[in-house]
């Protein structure tokens, strides 16, 4: 994993806070795995569904805009042109949103099943 260049906030801060985010700006159906000890890329991943194109692009914004103003690394944004499945690359945190039906495709949360869920929003 790449050192962290900035904060040097832990990951189970820096995923209350993005969960926070995620929610204050309608995000659904958030989980957060915990991924330390299970892969080597990243400590925590956390899912969350959009409702919209243009929902995705403002949650992706949102989470950027915050971890830059916290001082968290931040990597990179990826596939926000089209916005069906937008990563945040937080370096020991990656945030993904998604359309709910690219969601279901994909099925994150089945790859890493043996993992520790740290967080999961009330069904709505």
């Known amino acids: 994993m ?34 330390e000890g299970v892969n080597s890329f990243t400590d925590a991943v956390v899912i969350a569904t959009a409702k919209s194109v243009r929902q995705a692009k403002a949650l992706a914004d949102e989470v950027s805009m915050r971890a830059k103003g916290e001082n968290y690394e931040h990597m990179r944004v990826e596939g926000k042109d089209n916005a069906q499945w937008v990563l945040v690359d937080l370096n020991d945190v990656i945030v993904n949103i998604f359309q709910e039906d690219v969601r279901d495709s994909f099925n994150l949360e089945s790859l890493w099943a043996d993992a520790k869920v740290l967080y999961k929003s009330e069904a709505e």
């Open 2 to 35: 790449i050192e962290k260049k900035y904060s040097t906030v832990s990951s189970q801060e820096k995923v209350a806070k993005i969960i926070e985010w995620l929610e204050a700006k309608k995000a659904t159906n958030v989980v957060v795995l915990d991924l």
